[in-house]
């Protein structure tokens, strides 16, 4: 077990490299091949009247004129080490980990990303809560009613609901629901109340999103439930359970559910996973300052250190989500060993 | 603590206060408006009413007054922040030499001493400026503010390395020793020859060149002055520290801030400021519909980068006449226009070029930038309405219906040798909508005479210094039209025109917002001009250049922006400055 | 009256395609410590009638009618709670795939020990003893430690004995085995036909096997029933089905039954054909396509349904062909041909 | 409730053409794969709604410049005549009119309709294009890891690992923010749709490649696969002619509700501005468009449904498909 958890988290080092390094080359090594010098990669950094000689400045400031290896050296070397800015009357030190400064800013990108994650995570793990429960109970009816009308309203909202861009939804939702003055029943997006703050308000900013996502995610995990129901409820260990004479509850929640959500976990965790690493549509449709809206702004502005930064902590969330879902998975089926 | 809570007991205030006021009858004028005398008429408020008079007039102090960005400031440090709005609310917290008076309409193009006691004293035929200095102005700690401080203000805003949104006024006009490099990086560097400071309350300017109009120079906010053991470079700004009337309580980038009353701000060192409210809450990156939304249904009050309604709130505002007469709509000193690049053939014939004039259809292209109130007016030179030395002319007038004159428009194309139209390419920037909307609107509308454009967007980054700016890319990309826009940095005919009619500031190398005027003739007006000290007859040679590149056709001038902006609810004093082209911040309060 | 008796059971589902007669008028009767082996191949009826006495079909799509009683009770006309409160306890049942039968992320002991308590409002910790007492009864070694394995850990054998501890830990006294030997090794299927022989008399329970090997029921059954298209072709003793078949089909099954006393070169004798639709049930009688000695009745047994009837003895079969000329076939053409071929 | 029973004659348990076949004596065997799918999805009338649904917009897609000549106009023409100048709305509200048969943009007032039926176009190329570069990688890939197992398996499934940790979708806007607008030799649409065909293609296919991986796993213990191989069939003749027929049913399954997916992503990157360049129409644009109009709801809702009805209509085909070909999926 212990062996099975280092040989995976070395692993996931390495993918997370292998993320950082691709990230990397997308943002410099494309542009290069595209024609960009130093210079005129400097040029977005720096304000809208600067004169060549500021542009070139800036590119050494920059380190633009290393070569790329160099370049991507400093940023893994900072991660690791930690890195120093000069940001004017002195050097500062930042500690490891440094996803560096931002090249608009000037200002280091991990307090920011600290920032921003409560938001993301208040966001992912709100609306988890949400599209389990309301997922799972009606996947779980669904089954058991198969066939009945139930069934067939509830399977055809959540294939509508798997059928809906969110960033749609999301529109009409706000157009609805809080632009619209007569149904102002919540404030939209832009203005998030941190939960030690208060905790109503940190509802009431959250509670449109995390239903439109909820209903995307909770249309795909009611099919889930239910197709792993009926599979699970035609197994013999079902029947075995009935004979038993077990009350049908539980045989439905016991010996049924347990085995319909293994699968289901998985998916779980590896959904919350990528979401905590920001809901990048949910986020830009809501305006909500999360990780998923910085990474569009970073990307947009092409403040690389920030999108380093971003992408980084995502493929972490990723990563460390498989991990943890390989770790449950063996915990639920004891059938599963680690190895 | 204290403050806080304070700060909240108020905040509850505004909102009771609020609520009567929707209770109250509404419509009816306030008592204090009926009683503040002072903009001569206590007439119900009407559209435009702000352009011209004080709405709501008060002196009534105390409240909050919540403001939202769509977006986020370049920077909140005095030194490192270009954008209109910034300058117009930085004067809540810092004084500058000079400044932009807080008063209506024209009045506020004046400038008035802030920290200086009076005017500049411009001496060697206005090579030297001099400014003395009040006495009595502290810094939020309580710190004296001398002569020294905004000395050094001006020097650290000279490394561009550390503050890459600023200007380059300073660097570019004051005699800097050589290879000065600003005040990090050449500490110990004697800059007398550049600023003089003979004592704590006096400041001398030295400039390599006379300049007529170095007050304007004096108002930037990179004169308002920083302690040097205060300074953190790039983290200045976020910890400023204040010398106005308000310091900042809270202060998370990205997500907005607050400013609360400094208690070491004098009156009496400040006739222009009356700081009404006991704070300001700003959010930053708000969606920018619902600002609209929130100004309208009355709980927030401006939208502090003034760009004015968008589109969706703008049915609702102009179809409902109690909306409607709740809204200014201002005229900034922004020209939105196409650059006709002569070095594209065959736009290097004036006859083609004139063609493009004649047929543009000005109408969809005021559509395209937003329409009447929320576009802007449709213009037809560059110099706006708002600057010194604007006149109205019309040197091709497409037609009476304003949407093009396809039969002069035929015939430039005759007389250019292209009867039957000719092919190019427009630029735009990709992430501007309505830039996109005004270059699909040319594209329909030369179309008509056979004017073929391909609509090439590129990223706005890299606009001026790879594509449409760069005079290599252009040509062999035949780029013949590009979209443009400038905003004066202040009122005056160089502020607006140098940086954008003047052939020399076309690089090879890219970057200037120049694509298109290559005239030496407006060269050398522009030299005279700038050597002209008379104001009048400035004016008079900076109109003669406008009329000068609207005659070569390098430029199709689409619209000088409008804005539609929604008036506070809660909000007292509420007056258009046209020096900022929106909302005065430092005049307005709370009911 | 006996203690399990079947009246003319019928269990049908309607289906898109049409009604499936799973089961098509049953009946027979059992006494306790007796054993019957109901025999049949796949589709047969034969699962679905079992399942129909534990009442597992209540609530579902099936269509019941027809009596069950249970020692004194009737069943298909009981509540649902009711029926399950018997079931586990009154009368229970083995399944024929342990792995899938079993709960795989549930311990043996655990799903003994809820057996268990489901009917007897014991601690957890009586239940575990009890549950190790189970499964030392059936043989595992060291319950003690078994017992917190998870059913994947067991071997097949010890699989299907873990089964049949759960099964039996509530004592019950109708006992039913669906193919319990099936998915295990030959070996090992004859251990476990030991050990249910050694428990019924033990716990003396009336017991039904069903099998579509012949072979299983041959030593465990006092009678048995064959079962063909959801009906009951033939039912006697043991001796009355192996010694005087009657039917052609158990002629069938007899002749495609492996046997150990057979030489191994010997050839089976299958039945030609496949089931028959359970939906479009073959005019007449039902296993007339398939039969070898169909001509024979005259062409009756394409248009008639031969009854039930009983031969000598409780001696039953379903057949047009009169009892004399089926004497003959099995005396002349079958049965020396199973002994020499 | 459904009762545990063997035979149930049921839609998907069981064996249901055994139990309809024997009477008509006709053999089970006899039947493809394919003719007892096609039965099935006959029956399935949802499914087969989709599915005519899914017909009809490739012909939309494929006919666009027909269908608006018939109903529309072109979708770049300008109708500023009919546009408020003040407000940018249509004059009449929404602009629809028997010439304008969903109404009319803001701002220019081109004809919604047209630019609906020409998003087609954009929409389903991308998202079939970016299906078969998923699915052509995915196969290749899967099938090798699966059949060869080892190392190639295992390096093989490490890179579907490390695909699947990556943002997705962050990776997919900076990509096609990044590339400038003319590159390796294309320009314009060609590009923009090259481009996003071929980031979302590539990076969809290891959800491909993960199913095929496994289907190869259990086929290649399979007997016909042992056979071919003991008579002396070499890695790429059983790869292609004994494993690849046998997973065309899963690769046309997921590859029918990989379609939807894509048409979402497709739709996601314009919606971010990252997509096709306007002028050409696309439904992820004109809802971008649309956000900033929300007091004119005919603009987004026309899009908005247009995204909705594909991506409902495939995802109802291949749910339908599946049932049909894998019943045990359900």
Same mark, same amino acid.
């Given at each position: ?339 | ?591 | ?341 | ?147 060869? *197992?080892?190392?190639?398996?295992? $390096? =093989? ?6 695909? @699947?940790?990556? +943002? &997705? !979708? /962050?990776? #997919? ?58 008579? *002396?069939?070499?890695?790429?003749? $059983? =790869? ?6 046998? @997973?065309?049913? +899963? &690769? !046309? /399954?997921? #590859? ?75």
């Amino acid at each position: 077990m212990v062996t099975y958890i280092i040989r995976r988290l070395i692993w996931a080092f390495v993918m997370l490299t292998i993320v950082s390094i691709v990230t990397f080359a997308i943002f410099f090594l494309v542009p290069r091949l595209a024609g960009a010098t130093s210079e005129s990669l400097a040029a977005r950094y720096v304000g809208r009247t600067a004169s060549a000689e500021q542009v070139k400045i800036a590119a050494e400031k920059l380190g633009f004129n290393d070569p790329l290896v160099v370049q991507y050296g400093r940023f893994a070397k900072g991660i690791v080490a930690g890195a120093d800015y000069d940001y004017g009357p002195g050097v500062e030190h930042c500690p490891a980990p440094c996803f560096g400064y931002s090249f608009l800013t000037r200002l280091p990108v991990w307090p920011d990303l600290m920032d921003r994650l409560p938001v993301t995570i208040s966001l992912a793990i709100g609306a988890a809560v949400i599209w389990v429960i309301a997922g799972v109970a009606t996947g779980v009816l669904s089954a058991l009613k198969r066939g009945s009308v139930f069934d067939r309203a509830a399977m055809s909202v959540a294939l509508a609901g798997v059928s809906l861009p969110i960033f749609f939804t999301g529109i009409v939702s706000l157009v609805v629901f809080s632009y619209g003055t007569p149904f102002r029943i919540t404030a939209p997006g832009g203005s998030f109340t941190p939960f030690d703050e208060n905790p109503a308000m940190w509802a009431y900013n959250l509670i449109l999103p995390w239903i439109t996502l909820a209903f995307l995610y909770a249309a795909g995990y009611a099919r889930l439930t239910r197709a792993g129901m009926l599979e699970t409820m035609n197994e013999d260990y079902i029947r075995t359970a009935r004979a038993k004479g077990l009350n049908e509850r539980t045989v439905v929640v016991k010996h049924g559910l347990r085995g319909a959500l293994t699968p289901i976990l998985t998916i779980f965790g590896l959904d919350l996973g990528l979401l905590l690493g920001g809901a990048v549509l949910t986020e830009s449709t809501y305006s909500l300052p999360g990780m998923g809206k910085y990474a569009i702004d970073a990307i947009l502005a092409q403040d690389l250190p920030k999108v380093m930064g971003v992408t980084l902590v995502a493929a972490f969330f990723v990563v460390f989500a498989n991990l943890i879902v390989d770790l449950l998975y063996a915990v639920v089926d004891p059938r599963v060993r680690l190895g | 603590m204290l403050r806080r809570r304070l700060g909240v007991a108020a905040t509850g205030a505004v909102l009771a206060l609020a609520v009567a006021a929707c209770g109250g009858g509404s419509g009816s004028s306030t008592p204090s408006s009926s009683g503040g005398a002072a903009a001569g008429s206590d007439s119900k408020a009407e559209f435009n009413a702000a352009l011209t008079q004080v709405v709501n007039p008060s002196d009534k102090k105390g409240g909050i007054l919540k403001f939202a960005n769509g977006g986020d400031w370049d920077s909140l440090d005095p030194g490192d922040t270009y954008y209109g709005y910034s300058w117009n609310f930085i004067r809540l917290y810092g004084r500058s030499l000079l400044m932009f008076k807080s008063a209506v309409g024209k009045e506020g193009n004046q400038l008035v001493p802030d920290l200086a006691e009076d005017m500049g004293t411009p001496s060697d035929d206005a090579k030297t400026w001099t400014y003395k200095l009040k006495k009595g102005i502290k810094f939020e700690d309580g710190t004296p503010v001398t002569s020294k401080d905004v000395k050094y203000a001006v020097e650290r805003s000279f490394d561009k390395e550390v503050f890459p949104d600023g200007y380059t006024y300073f660097n570019d006009f004051l005699d800097w020793p050589k290879g000065y490099k600003g005040a990090y990086k050449s500490k110990d560097v004697n800059t007398d020859s550049a600023i003089e400071t003979p004592d704590d309350y006096t400041i001398v300017f030295h400039l390599k060149q006379p300049l007529s109009n170095f007050d304007y120079f004096a108002q930037l906010p990179a004169t308002i002055p920083v302690p040097k053991d205060k300074d953190t470079g790039a983290k200045y700004k976020e910890h400023i520290i204040s010398t106005g009337p308000y310091k900042f309580e809270k202060n998370e980038i990205g997500k907005g801030f607050t400013l609360v009353r400094n208690d070491k701000w004098d009156p009496a060192t400040d006739p222009n400021r009356k700081a009404l409210p006991d704070g300001y809450e700003v959010s930053t990156n708000v969606n920018a519909d619902d600002i609209d939304n929130r100004i309208i249904a009355g709980d927030l009050d401006v939208d502090v980068a003034g760009i004015g309604a968008q589109p969706a709130a703008l049915g609702r505002l102009l179809s409902d006449p109690a909306m409607k007469a709740n809204t200014d709509n201002p005229t900034s000193t922004r020209l939105w226009y196409t650059s006709i690049n002569g070095n594209v053939p065959p736009l290097d014939n004036i006859e083609c070029r004139k063609a493009v004039e004649y047929a543009a259809d000005k109408v969809a292209l005021q559509t395209a930038w937003g329409g009447e109130f929320s576009g802007g007016q449709i213009a037809t030179s560059m110099l706006p309405p708002a600057i010194p030395g604007h006149e109205d002319f019309n040197l091709y007038p497409p037609g009476a219906d304003n949407k093009g004159d396809l039969a002069k428009a035929k015939e430039a194309l005759a007389a250019c040798g292209q009867p039957n139209g000719f092919e190019t390419n427009i630029s735009y920037r990709a992430e501007r909508p309505k830039e996109k909307a005004a270059a699909e609107a040319l594209q329909q509308s030369l179309g008509r005479v056979g004017i073929k454009l391909t609509l090439k967007p590129f990223p706005q980054a890299d606009y001026f210094a790879l594509y449409a700016g760069k005079p290599g890319y252009a040509k062999e990309n035949k780029i013949g039209l590009a979209q443009n826009g400038w905003m004066s940095d202040w009122p005056d005919g160089f502020g607006f025109l140098q940086q954008i009619v003047d052939s020399r500031v076309i690089r090879d190398t890219g970057g200037s917002s120049n694509i298109s005027v290559r005239d030496p003739e407006v060269d050398k007006l522009i030299d005279q001009a700038m050597k002209e000290t008379d104001t009048n007859a400035r004016n008079a040679l900076w109109t003669q250049i406008d009329k000068k590149v609207m005659e070569g056709a390098y430029v199709l001038p689409n619209v000088w922006t409008k804005t539609l902006l929604v008036r506070s609810k809660n909000a007292t004093n509420i007056f258009v400055n046209e020096a900022y082209g929106m909302y005065d911040y430092l005049g307005m309060g709370v009911k | 009256m006996s203690f399990l008796e079947l009246k003319d059971l019928r269990i049908h589902f309607p289906t898109d395609d049409g009604l499936v007669k799973s089961v098509d008028g049953l009946s027979f009767t059992l006494e306790r410590g007796k054993t019957l082996g109901i025999v049949g191949e796949s589709g047969s009826g034969k699962s679905v009638t079992s399942l129909g006495i534990l009442g597992l079909h209540k609530g579902g799509r099936a269509r019941i009618s027809g009596e069950i009683w249970l020692d004194g009770e009737e069943l298909v006309g009981a509540s649902q709670e009711h029926v399950r409160t018997l079931r586990g306890k009154k009368m229970a049942m083995i399944f024929q795939d342990p792995l899938s039968a079993m709960h795989p992320f549930y311990t043996v002991g655990d799903q003994i020990i809820e057996a268990y308590r489901i009917h007897n409002d014991v601690s957890k910790k009586v239940a575990r003893k009890h549950a190790i007492d189970m499964l030392g009864r059936v043989g595992i070694p060291q319950p003690e430690r078994r017992v917190d394995s998870y059913p994947h850990e067991f071997s097949g054998g010890m699989r299907q004995r873990a089964m049949i501890a759960m099964a039996l830990s509530c004592d019950p006294e109708l006992l039913i085995a669906d193919e319990p030997t099936t998915a295990l090794d030959v070996t090992v299927q004859a251990q476990i036909l030991d050990l249910m022989r050694d428990l019924q008399r033990d716990f003396n329970a009336a017991l039904i096997i069903i099998t579509h090997d012949l072979g299983v029921v041959a030593e465990l059954s006092d009678d048995i029933l064959v079962m063909y298209g959801g009906k009951c072709v033939e039912y006697g003793t043991s001796d009355d089905i192996f010694e005087r078949p009657e039917h052609p089909y158990t002629w069938g099954l007899l002749g495609s039954m492996p046997r150990l006393d057979r030489e191994p070169t010997e050839r089976l004798m299958p039945i030609k054909g496949s089931p028959p639709s359970l939906i479009n049930v073959p005019s007449g009688c039902a296993f007339h396509p398939r039969c070898a000695f169909e001509e024979r009745t005259g062409g009756r047994a394409a248009t008639q349904v031969p009854e039930l009837l009983e031969t000598e003895g409780g001696h039953l079969v379903r057949c047009h062909l009169p009892r004399e000329r089926r004497r003959a076939i099995w005396e002349n053409e079958i049965k020396p041909n199973l002994e020499a071929s | 409730m459904t009762a545990p029973m063997d035979v149930t004659g049921g839609d998907t348990q069981a064996t249901p053409e055994a139990v309809v076949d024997a009477s008509g004596g006709k053999a089970i065997q006899g039947r493809s794969l394919g003719q007892i799918a096609w039965m099935r999805l006959k029956r399935d009338k949802v499914a087969l709604a989709g599915g005519l649904i899914v017909i009809l917009l490739i012909l939309i897609a494929v006919f666009a410049p027909v269908i608006v000549g018939a109903f529309g106009q072109d979708p770049t023409q300008f109708n500023s005549d009919l546009i408020d100048s003040s407000t940018m709305a249509p004059k009449t509200g929404t602009g629809i009119s028997a010439e304008h048969l969903f109404g009319l943009e803001p701002v220019n007032g081109r004809d919604i309709f047209s630019r609906v039926v020409y998003g087609a176009r954009i929409s389903l190329l991308i998202a079939f294009l970016a299906t078969l570069l998923s699915v052509v990688i995915g196969t290749l890939l899967g099938v090798t890891a699966g059949y060869f *197992g080892g190392l190639v398996d295992s $390096i =093989i499934s490490k890179t579907m690992d490390v695909f @699947l940790a990556f +943002p &997705i !979708l /962050v990776f #997919a806007i900076a990509l096609a923010g990044i590339v400038p607008d003319s590159a390796f030799g294309l320009t314009g649409d060609t590009l923009r749709v090259s481009l996003l065909v071929f980031i979302i293609g590539f990076f969809n296919w290891p959800y491909i490649g993960r199913i095929i991986r496994g289907q190869t796993l259990s086929l290649r213990e399979r007997e016909f696969v042992d056979a071919a191989r003991s008579l *002396g069939a070499r890695g790429p003749y $059983i =790869i292609f002619r004994e494993l690849l027929p046998n @997973l065309v049913a +899963p &690769i !046309l /399954v997921y #590859a029918t509700l990989l379609i939807p997916t894509n048409v979402l992503f497709e739709a996601a990157l314009s919606f971010l501005g990252v997509g096709v360049r306007p002028p050409t129409p696309t439904w992820g644009g004109m809802l971008s468009d649309a956000v900033r109009f929300y007091t004119i709801p005919h603009f987004m809702f026309f899009p908005g449904m247009a995204i909705f009805i594909t991506v409902l209509a495939f995802n109802l085909f291949g749910d339908g498909l599946r049932d049909a070909l894998d019943p045990k999926a359900r």
